[in-house]
Every structure is written in structure tokens, then in C-alpha cells.
């Protein structure tokens, strides 16, 4: 234990030191700092608590290499022009060597490039269909929560509708009237999953609705739009996150799938799912060409789902499993 | 008394607990005594080992993360600590039994009581070398709920916990209980869950079941007036450590140790006037980091230098009673003995 | 608890209505023409026009709707333009191919996922524990598609001990039609050869589709049955001396089926979805296939009857497990 009269001097110096230094801009930034000072110690709290679980980072990392591969990947890949389109029958279908990493296809296209490329689109595909799924799941949750009443059980009766059949068969119904086609299987899947939004934040709503905090609020006359906004959202915010994380490794998982059987993106397009319906025609002499493809969703879901299980472990610890 | 034939005897027991700030010491030498057909009840805060003392003499704290580091806990002249989990077990129901605090969480939500306590019937029936069947076992039981006077138990047996009320619960537990016919009852904390008029009809169960089957019961309570009732011998128990033992009406009529004094000063009483509730000064203190010396000290007013520095050990003070405090050492020059605590006052 | 059945009964129904509704207007809204898919990219002007007028195409939305819901009560699901069958004639035919895929896998997946979910709860972070965690973990990650493919490769085409498709060998003869399910029906006359062969054909397709499952069933039994094993009752268990087996196996273990009861609903619906995949990759002769080829060819009706067909299981399903929360737990009321 120090000697509090030192203490007391080293304070002194350093706001002397501090004063010297202080210009206006700092002045406001050591302001915003205070104001915020239980958030940000909850953040740090968060990531000292998340760089705990090896899994948790290992889920990050791979995140992470994802999502810069899918930004700068065809600035990265070998051979660019194998996107789409190109073929080079002499060298069709050889096995993976030191220039064809992954081996090449019966098109003579390299099948490195295409998974790398491949991870753009999944990233946009997943991305796409979990924004539109919470853009309306979100706010069609809070209004069935919060407001209630004949319009909130239309909500909830309609959504237990959705979830009463299993996803993919949905999705594949609505994309067989459609027609097949990428942004088909996007809107299709989109259309499956708003709806476990609904329930999600319909059910932290309802609980948030009854804490103290908002019947402060509304005592004092604060508005509903305020509540929302300032109140219940922040509150929901996190469950949110949670689950955005995770379903974006099952939402790519299920757009593959889509794509295997035939009805999401078309061939040429480099799409993971499209990649191992070909390559399936190759089995089993040609093997790399259905295993690599595979490989890279089954990390890439991992990845995500590592994630999840750790944001969810700081996040929301009470809802395991 | 001759101590070799208590029943229950636990010398100096030792408990450790790991937690991820430390070690917390949670019981420093715990000794207590109980004859055969005696009553005893240990009293003390929330917090301050009573409860794991209990739980220790059957075997039930997860080890790890508890640790037991000292002492014996004699049973009929056997060390417990000793025993293999297989042991422990043959004796558990059958020679020792234990009722616990919330009857709703200490019986099984899908189970039917039938079928609770047909399994208990039957396992002690084996234990002692009986085949007993279940059609046997559940006439045994449906007496047994008779004996707790739980009203037509021939038809309640096949009910659900959740259908019973609290008191008819611990009742049932309590019925459990002496299924085995055991001659040490241990009662962590029985009425404390249930209403004030349900607490009476209990211990009146308990002490005409002590009559009844001469059963020796250790009690624990934070409820002195709950232990008044039933126990004819009391030991006050404070941060993990035993600081005084006596009988009911010693304790009433001459507590020695301060935190004794303390306790039964706060107890705020109908016929005289109060002008301010009196309190102990202080909070318990941390486990892990414990006042050096007697762990009373820091809130003691009559601290004096030896307390910061040694630890009193249980000594006679009187005939039967056992205080364990530096005031009371003969060798001292400045023996005094204060029985009016100063009044604190609240906020 | 009767009246329950009946209402729940009742909102199936009334939930496939919605869900006919639902569909039919996403898919008639929605941009595309089907008649013109269907017709494929050769057809003339008039042939898409024939189309159109077969499967009533041109009439107004609402008119479709009728005929369909009034073709649906009389029970008549249409045709597929595919297969030149009715619907219905095509359903009957082919879902107790899907049916014995997917409840032989849920069995699977409950007949190891609990006891292993048990035993890594008692043995806990011991080797088991770790192995059955890593496992949990990447299960859910895995493309139901490609671990197929993969198994194909290794143990069909490379090692042969399985083969590559279908549920029966091209030259063995199906069991006669009792209940339509090849590994009952073999049993039921005592035709051991054929009850081994179709064992051999579902086994691989099984794993794949109870993968997803088998994982989640795991981790989430595990995790209940930790929390049951530190609840009170079980201490109260130990001071009356029940035995450590009795302990895990009755007192803990029905108390944790009841969360994990839900999980295993939750899974069965992701099964029956997962068919579409698991059928294709195994030329498995079932609805989910069904449902994939008319999706390629826009063929409508039929994907519409799968959906109805699938939705139905698995509300059926769902209450099943919900009757099977009254008898876990005695608290629950139906009302």
C-alpha cells in the first residue's frame, strides 16, 4: 500500500502535466469518455471474458480470415480469370499440385480460385439474407412485444405458421415457384428465417416491457418511439447479435444446400454448393473436386457458429444450449 | 460426560473451499458433541458454516471443489472422514438421516411420493439384509405418512409434490427420513421455508418423534427461538468457528461470548421499550482472507490485544458450557466479565 | 386431454390452411412465370399458352386459390407435369421411403445422443467429454450433402462396404408391402437377406441425416443433465443413500428429458427438411427427392403437396412430444 501522501502528489502532477496538454478536442473526448465509462468497462469486461475460450477466438480468427477473403480475394487468387467462363481443356481435371493447389475441373478452371472467389459470394449471400430477416423480423418482434393486442397475436399467429414447417422445405417451395436462380434462393430464404427473429425479440420485448426502468419512462410521459428506441432495443440488441452470428454459418449452409440441388446460384458462378453438385459427377476419381469446396463451408459455418457460442457466452450467459 | 459414547462427535473439523479468487476457509476446527437421545442445535448468520458442517458428517459436499483438511467426525465411535463412499453410503438413511431446508426443491418435481419413498423403503430394507418388495415398502410408507399425521395418506402417497402444501412436504421429507429407522436425525435448517404456525407444528413433530424413537437430532438454525423449542443443548457457531456451547437456559440466562451477547441482544422483545434496535457492529468476514487471531476481533468491543493475534480454543467456563474467548482464560490479569453489550445505534 | 388432441388437431388443419395460403401467394406474386419454366426453354408462344391453361394459370389469382383448396378437400392435389401422376398417387408411393429414413434416423440419433449426453454429464471433462464436444461443435457445421458425398466416397466407392444408393439392390426384391417400410416388413415374413440389405442401404444415409441431430441431442443433454445433477433433490437422493446409478439414470435423467424433449422436436423438423438433401445424394426414393426434381422443373403441385405432406409430419410430431411432456412432467396441465 502506498504512502498516501505521495499518492497525493502524483495526482497533482499529472493533472498539472494533463492541463499543459489539454486543448478543446481532448477536453471533449475525455468528456464522452466519462459519460460512457460503464460501457466501455462492460466492453472490456466482454473481451477479457471472450479472450478466454480458446474456441471463442479460434471462431473469431476464422470469421475474420473470411470475411478479408471474401473482400480481397480476386485481388489474391491465381488465376483471375477462372471466375466464370473460361475454359482450358488441357488441363482439365488434374489433381491438386503445387500450381493447382485444389486441383482443377473438367473445365480446366482452378478450383482454388473458385473456392476463394466462392467466399465472397457466400459472405454476400449470408449477409443479404440475415439483414432482410431481421429488417423485418425485428420490427415486426418489438411491435407484437410492445404493442400488443390484436395486431401483436395476428403477428405471432402468422409466425407460428412460418415455423410450423421445416425451413428448407419452405424455401424450396416458394424458390420452385419462383424459379431457381441466386437471388430466388436469397429472397426464398429470407422469407424462412425472418420469423425466428419475431419470436426472439417478441419474447425480450415482453420482458423488457415489464422492468422497472420502462415504467419510469412511460411515468414520466416519455414517448413511445423514445422507449423503443432508447429502452427496448439496446435491451434486445444483444440476444440479436447472438443470433445473427449464428445463423449466418446456417444461412450460408442452407443457400449451399440450395445450390447442390440445382435451384440456387447457376453454373458458371463459383458458388460452394453449385461446386459440389459438379464435382459430385466426378466421385471418386476425381475427388478434390466435391471435397474442397466442402471443406471450406464446413469451416467457414464453424467458424461462425464458434462465434456465436461465445458472443453468446458473454452476452447471454442464462440461455444455454 | 464420558465423550466416547456420544453419538456424534466432530473434533477440530477443517473445511477448504476453491474459488477462483482463492481459498476460502470456511470451517477452522469445528468441534461439536452430541449424546445419544440428545438434542443439540447449532446456531449462527447466514454464511457462517453451519450448514456445511452438517452436510459434512453424510458425505454430500461436491469434493472438489471442497477440500477437507482437518479433524474427525465420529459417529457411534467410527471416523466418517474415513470411510470409503461405499461405506459412507451403507450408513446413510440407515443409521444417519438428514432433512433439509425448501421441501419443494428437495423432492423430486416428476416423481410420485409413492414412488419416492417406496425406492428409499426398499434400498434400506436391502441395506440391512432384507428383501423387501414394493408392495411391502408402500405399506410401510403409507404408515409412515400416518405417523407424520399426513391425513388419508393411502390415497396422497400417489400424488406429486407439487400437489402438496409446504408444510406437509417436510412432513413427507421428514417421513423419509426415519424410514430407515436411524438413530442420528441431522436437520439443516427444517422450518425455515415454511410459515410461522407450520414451524410450530413441525418442531412439535420432531420432538414427540425424539420421544418417540429416541432419536438423537442435531438442529440447524439462524432462528434461536427455533432451536429454543426443540434442543435442550445449543452451540452458537460464527465465521466457521464454534465460539461458545452451553444449555438452552445457560445461554438465555449467562451468555459469555460477545457474539452470543450480541445476538441475543438484537433480538428486539415485546415487553420492553425500544428505542433504537441494537445491532452487531461489523460484517462477517471474507473466507478467504480471514482476521488474524480470533475472527470475532474486528467486530468485538472487547478486543484486546491476544484476539489480534491467537485464536481462543473451546474451554469450560462453567459446568457445560464452553466459550471460546480470551475473557474467560483464568491465567489473564484483567478477567472481566461484561454482560450489558454497549447499544449500537442503526444508520 | 382429449379435448387437447381434438384443438390441436384442429390448428393443424387450420395451420396448413395458412401455410396453403401463404405459399400460394408468395409463389403467384412473386416474378416468374412457371408455365414458361415448365414448358422449358424450346416452347413456342402457344405451347406456354397450352400450359397455362392446363394448370389453370391464366385464371385469376383468387379462382386458383379456390380450385386448389376445393381440389385439396375433395383430396386431389393436382398433377405433376413432371411424372404425368397425380399428386396424391405420387405421395403415397414414395413418402414411406421418407418416413422410414427419417424416423430410423431420429431413433438413432436419440438411442446415442442421450446415453452419450449422459455419460459425458457423470464424466465430466474427461476424454469422452472433450471428444463428444469437438464433435457437437463441428456436427452443426458440416453440409449434410457433402458429409453424404464424403461417406459415398470412402466407405462406398473406395472401401465398398456400403453401397452407393438406394434402398434395396437393383435386383432384390421388395418385402411384400405390410407396412411399406422395407426394414419392418423384411422382418415381419422372416426374409433375413433382405432385412440385412435394406440395413446396409439406410445405414449411410441414416448417419448423415441424424448427424445434425446426434450433435445437437448430445450437447444440449449433456448441459441438462449438469444442471439436474446440482439441483437439490439430487442431494436429498444421496442422503437417503439411492444408489449413484439409480441417481443419474431415473431421478436426473427424466428430469432432463424435459428440455431436451424440445431439442429433439426442433431437430425432427431440420431432419425432414434435411430429406431434400440427404435423398438426392443417396437416390433415395422419397419426397424429399421428389419435392427436388419438381423444384428444378417448376413443376408447382407437387412441390405444394410435398410441403403439405412434410408440414403435416411435423406437426403431428410436435404433438406427439408435447403429450410427451405430460407424462415427463406431472405439472404440466393441458388446457
Redesign the interface.
Known sequence: MTNPTTNLEETATNSDAGKELTTNSTGAWARWKEKHESTLRDIRLSIHLFSKSP?SILGLAIVGTFIIVALIGPLIVPFPEDATGTIHMSQKLLEPDGTFWFGTDELGRDIYTRVILGTRISLKIGLIIILIAMGIGVPLGITAGYVGGWMGELIMR?T???L???????A?????????GMT?SM?ALS?VWWPGYVRLVQGRTLSVKEESFVEAARSIGARKARIIFHHILPNCSSVILVKASMDM?MAI?AA??LG????GAQPPTPEW?AM?SEG?NF??DW?WY??F??LA??TT??GF??LG?GLRDILDPQS?? | MNRNANILQIENLGIHFDTFEGTARVLDGVSLELAPGDTLGVVGETGCGKSITSKAVLGLLPVPPTKIVSGRILFQGEDLLEKSEKEIGKIRGTRIAMIFQDPMTYLNPVFSIEKQMVDVIVRHGRQRGKSVTRKQARTRAVELLDAVQIPSPAERIREYPHEFSGGMRQRVLIAMALSGKPDLLIADEPTTALDVTIQAQILRLLKDLVKRFNLSILLISHDLGVVAKLCRRIAVMYAGNVVETATIAQIFDQPAHPYTQGLLASIPRLSRRVDSLVGIKGSIPSFIDPPKGCRFHPRCDHAMGVCRKEKPLLEETSPDHRTACFLYKSSWPNKSKTSQPREVRFG | MKQYIIKRLLLIIITLFGLITITFIVARVAPGDPARVAAGPDATEEMVQVLREEFGLNKNLFLQYVDYIRGLVAGNLGRSIRTQHDVVADLVRLFPATFELTVFSLLLAVALGIPLGVICAVYRDGPLDHLARVFSVSGLAVPMFWLGLMLQLIFALKFDLFPVGGRLGMLTQAPPAITHLYLIDSLIVGKWSTFFEALQHIFLPAIVLSFPALASIIRVNRADMLEVLNRDFITSARAHGISRFRIVTQYALKNAMIPTTTMIGLRFGWMLGGTILVETVFDWPGVGQYAVQSAIFSDFQPIMGVTLVIGFSFMMANLIIDLLYGWLDPRVRYD
Open positions: 474456441l402468422i407460428d405458421m412460418f410450423s414447417i421445416p425451413g428448407r422445405i419452405f424450396l417451395a416458394i424458390i420452385g415457384a419462383m424459379g431457381p430466388n429472397i422469407i454459418g449452409l449451399a444446400g447442390f440441388i440445382g435451384v454448393g459440389i459430385r466421385l471418386p475427388w466435391a471435397t469446396p466442402g463451408i464446413f459455418v464453424l457458429n464458434l457460442d444455454r444450449g
